[in-house]
Every structure is written in C-alpha cells, then in structure tokens.
C-alpha cells in the first residue's frame, strides 16, 4: 500500500492503460508539454510522444467528436476537458453520439471512449466554473458516469473506464487533486463501474453521496458520532450504472435515508435516488428520503455568497439532525 | 436588371488616417497609463492574497484595450461593448468607475455585479457591458445579437467584442461572424493575436495564423493593426464604427501583439514562452510608444505626462481605498436574482 494524490493516481492509470494497448491514446487542450491544467497527464507526453498525447486547438466539440470517430474505428481515445463546465460547448457530440451510437447501429458499432473532466466548487471561480453537471448526463441512457471519491477508486476505476467498450463520462474533482489516500501495490487493479461502497457503518442513518461530497459526508458522520449518532455513509462511486441495491441494504438497516450532492438537488442524483430507495424500501423507512444539494441559483463568487450556496457539512448535518429528529432520534 | 457588383470580402482601402488631435492623443495617454496602475495593482493585491479566484493581466495589450473603447459611444444608450479578459482597459474607457473594479476584484457589495461574478466578469447596463460568458467565443454571437436589435430598431449603434486568437478555433467564432455578414449587423469584431493561447503557441492553434483572413472569408471587410499602437488602433477602430453606424454592415479588425506574461497570474510561463521573444516585444510596449510618439512627434511637455500620471496614481489609490471599505452583500442575497419575479422557485 502507498500513499500518494488523487492527481497521481489518475495519472498512473493513464500510464498503465498507454502502457498496455496502443489503442490507448490521449487528446485534449494543453495535456502534453504542459501536461494538461492540473497536471494529471505529467510525463505523459515525454514518455509516449505526440501521438499517443494529443494535443489539440480550443474545439471542444471538434476533438470530442473526433475522439468518437475513432473510437467507432477501434482506437480508445481518452479525452480530457479542461473543466466539466467546458463540456457544454461540445454537448450535441456527446449526448447525440456518444451516447446513442451502439443503439442506433444496432448494437454493431460502440463507442469505447473515456472523457476525463473535473467539476466542483469553492474556489470562487464563479458561476461558469463551479458546476457539478453529471446528473445530466447520467439521466441519459448510453453514456455511463462515474465519479470517483478515493485515491483507489481513482486508479482503478479509471483503468475499467478505459477497458469500457462503451463511453464513460470520468467525473473528476478540482478539490480532490492534491487528497492523498492509500492505492493497492497490485498493478493489476481495478475497480468495477456501478458499484456503490459503504465506506463507513453506522446504524442511524444512511448518508449518500459521491464525489467530493463524499469527504463532507464523512466529516459529518464523524461529527455526529461523538453525539453517540452513527452514520452509514455509501459512495456511489457511479452514478450510471447506478447500484440502487447497495443503497438499499444500507437504508433497510437504518430505516432513514439522506442524499448529498453538490449539484442541484431538482432533478438530481437524490431525486433520482429517493425514488429508487421508496419503491426498495417502503416498508422500512421511519421517516421520508431527504436530500440536500447546492442552492439552485449559478453559483456566486463573493466568499459570504459562495458558502451561503455551498452545500456544506452543517447544511448535510442539520438535515440529518431534522431527519433524526422526525423519527424520534434527538 | 443587374445589381452592382459589390466586393465586400475584399481588404477595405486604407482610409486617408484622420489627424488624431493633440488632445485625443493625451486623452489615449491617460487611459493607457489608468489601465496599467490599476492592473499593477490589482495584480498586487493578487499576490498579496488580498483577491480571490485566478487574476489575468493584460499588459502589453493596453493599446488594444484603450484603442477599440475610444471611438464607442459610453452609456446606457450607447454602443454594446463584450471585451475580452485582457481588456481591463475597455471596461475603464467605456465608463466603469476605478473603485467599482476593485470592488468588483473583492466580490464587495459596489462590485458592477454586488458579489454575484468575479474579476473581469464585469457588465451593468448603465454602460452597455454585458456580463461575460467565459467561454471563449460566446461572446461573439451574442455581440450579433445585440447588433442586430439596433440595426431591426433603427438605431445608428455599434456593437464590439473583442477576443484572443485562441477563440477562433471555437464554433461560436464561426457562426457568429457568418451569422454576422448574412445579416449584415452593425457589429466590429477585434481579434487581439497576442501569438499564444495558454501555452498554446498560434502555430498549433491555426494554420491561417493571420486571423483576419479567416473573416475574409466569411464576407467580411477585414483588416490587421499594430495592436501595440494605440493611434493606429484607434484610427481603425474610429473608421469601423463609422462604417457600421452608416449601416455597412460587420467589420473585422486583427490587432498583431504578443502576450507579455503568463495566461494568469499564478502561470509560470518562463517554461515554455521563449524568454528573446518577451525581450524584444518588450521593446514595442504600448505606453511606452505612446509616450514616444507624444514626446518626439507632438513635442508635449513631459511636465504634462507627468501630471497624469500622477492624477492616476491618486486616482487608483482612493479606489483600492473605497474598494477596502466596502462590505459584502449580505449572504441571503446569494438566493436573489435567478428570475426577474422575485418569489419565481428557482
Ligand atoms: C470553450 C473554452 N475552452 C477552454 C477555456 C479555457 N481557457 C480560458 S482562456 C484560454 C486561452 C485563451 O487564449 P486566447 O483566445 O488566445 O486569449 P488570450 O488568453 O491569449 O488573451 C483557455 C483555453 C475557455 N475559457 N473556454
Ligand atoms: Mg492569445
């Protein structure tokens, strides 16, 4: 076991994958002698060369269209955009190719393509550049998401990602680059796609969340555990496939359910989930699905703005307290 | 019948420049040596910790910035200006007030957007400064846009963006200017080729890297400047609008410069921008030339370039000061504001 970044871990399983297909190739904005805009694809280029690191000029929806081409043509591209709020320039290719290919060829020609992004907030980027989109793209059937919450999930969801015959939207994390955590020495690891994981136990409540918000989960559990209040907290780590059954169990054992996520709450992962947690478990529920997300306005810049909009760990706290407090836990 | 032959995608014929005034001249002096104080300074509270988010400067383009701006009409009536991050200079030019850029810088409550957007995201509609959408080459269609409601209302407005030559590899580019030439907009479109995008060197952004050819090719009557002349820069600038205001539809104006510094502040461009190149195009700097040209030319007294100098470093210093003072909005607003009906669920 080593301990090293989220960023390193990503990086890692880039190396791996070039390393083992020659299929495998990298494209995006500034990925190569810069070594991409938070430094995940460093050395890359040295070490593969132009053509396995692409780089490419501003044309978002260009090279993201190019990489379905040739992937369709049995290449695996892996292609970066700079920030997920980027990706919104280039949403016909992926939402009306990526995503709808394999079906409409009948299931003869896929797709075998990763988009790398990073979304998230709190650094006061503004509204153009705090945005967590996944849940868009995964209410659209074709395309799977994932987001990752752990230096080992990083590493080796990245390496199925990749391994995918079909297009996988790898949602990173801005705040999650310099997170340190401990990766398995075992180079051939993966991690399956559409796995939740309880990554802690408790009995009172199950707390979901994915992404950086996970980490606020945690810090909200071990907060509320010195109150003698255990919570369960599930990463979903992949939000299509979504694994609605490793959800359940946890709420069927603690009757109560609580989503978190940065994005908006309408039409989001929660609402989602609530809906698959009532019909699972609706006889073993003491109180309804709860969720908490950013507040539904674009996202401010001013520091006292910025937190009133974040959805921080004492608004995921206090609605688990209101939650508790329903179902008569204080 | 036959319609006259018309060859609107030819490079116009250079208008016999008009004799900028003495007092113009100073007038570009002033605004040139403003944008530069208040970017030394905004950079130095960036550094000091004292600005959040990521901080871009535009030295070196101050002739662009203050050149395009010059020749609009300032207010709410007046002409549509979307510049680019590099141009604090326009924002000042086209009537915002100094203390209102800190402000802005800060996220305070006299920010041009009460603490809503961040640093040069700035807009109001008291001076026709549409909020930016940092996306490159957004801009340009919504700068159609607005050109296209003076032109459908009858009004003898302009509008001007302005942005940087790693923009026109977007679609938004592409569209925007074809849009522009079919419809025949009042709108003039500043391309400010500073030669790198990030670390993207032109070389690997385009193969047309003279960017005006590209809006020749859209139909549109098209020049390059000098971007480090604000003269030249006005000049062009001052014959564009006068062509759109007669209803002759879009123009394209190419300004050659060079990017003096990282793409941010926090880039460390010594790595990859070739250092001989910094050197020498440093030697072409805007306020520089424009201090030549006042001196040599147009023999004005150095005492008199003195005094506006001095008259902006007050000026920027109350700002900051002002800026200082304010306080944030108060943290409910951040609720405010997403529909025009207040109580509307977002
Ligand atoms: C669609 C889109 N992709 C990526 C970015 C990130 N980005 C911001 S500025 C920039 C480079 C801009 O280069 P250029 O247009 O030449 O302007 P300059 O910075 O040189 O003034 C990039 C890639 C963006 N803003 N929008
Ligand atoms: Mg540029």
Known sequence: MADLTYREALRRALDDELARDPDVFLMGEEIGRFEGSYKVTAGLWQKYGPERVRETPISEEGFVGAGIGAAMMGLRPVVEIMTINFILVAMDQVINHAAKIRYMFGGAVGVPMVIRTPGGAGAQLTAQHSQSLEAWFAGCPGIKVVAPASVADAYGMLKTAIRDDDPVLFCENLVMYNVTGTMPDDPDYTVPLGRAAVVREGSDLTLVAHSYTVQRALRVADTMSRDGIEIEVVDLRSLRPLDAETVAESVRKTSRALIAEEGWSTYGVGAELAARIHRLCFDDLDAPVERVGGAEVPMPYSKPLELAALPLESKIEAAARGLLAESGIA | ?346
């Not at chain 2, 030019?93 to 957007?113: E, I, L």
């Not at chain 2, 879009?250 to 060079?258: A, G, L, S, V």
Request: proline share 5%; hydrophobic share 40%; charged share 25%.
């Open chain 2, 1 to 346: 019948m036959s319609t006259p032959a018309r060859n609107i995608s030819a490079v116009p014929e250079p208008a016999p420049a008009p004799r900028i005034s003495d007092e113009e001249a100073l007038n570009l002096y002033y605004w040139m040596v403003l944008t530069r104080a208040t970017e030394e300074r905004a950079l130095n509270l960036y550094r000091q910790g004292k600005l959040p988010g990521s901080y871009y400067t535009g030295r070196g383009q101050e002739a662009i910035s203050v050149g395009m701006a010059a020749p609009l009409r300032r207010g709410a009536d007046g002409d549509w200006l979307s510049p680019w991050i590099r141009d604090l200079g326009s924002y000042l030019v086209h009537g915002v007030p100094v203390w209102r850029m800190f402000a802005q810088f800060m996220g305070k409550a006299g920010s041009t957007t009460r603490g809503k957007d961040g640093n040069l995201h700035i807009g109001g509609y008291e001076w026709n400064i549409p909020c930016q959408v940092s996306h490159m080459a957004d801009m340009i269609p919504l700068t159609v846009g607005a050109a296209l409601a003076y032109k459908q209302r009858g009004e003898d407005r302009v509008a001007v963006t302005s942005f940087g030559d790693g923009a026109t590899s977007r679609g938004d580019f592409h569209e925007g200017l074809n849009i522009a030439a079919v419809l025949e907009v009042p709108a003039v479109f500043v391309a400010e080729n500073n030669r790198w995008a990030y670390t993207t060197p032109i070389s690997k952004q385009t193969k047309v890297t003279d960017l005006y050819k590209k809006a020749l090719g859209y139909g549109i009557p098209a020049i390059e400047v000098d971007g480090n002349d604000v003269l030249a820069v006005y000049s062009a600038m001052s014959e564009a609008v006068a062509h759109c205001r007669a209803g002759r539809g879009p123009r394209f104006i190419e300004c050659k410069t060079y990017r003096m510094a990282g793409h941010a502040a926090h880039d460390k461009y010594e790595s990859y921008m070739p250092m001989e190149l910094l050197a020498e195009w440093s030697d072409k700097d805007p306020l520089k030339r424009l201090e030549q040209a006042l001196r040599e030319e147009r023999t004005i007294d150095e005492a008199k370039l003195e005094g506006i100098r001095t008259k902006v470093k007050d000026e920027v210093h109350e700002a900051v000061e002002r800026a200082d003072d304010d306080g944030f909005a108060d943290p409910s607003e951040a609720h405010l504001g997403v529909f025009a009906e207040a109580d509307t669920d977002a």
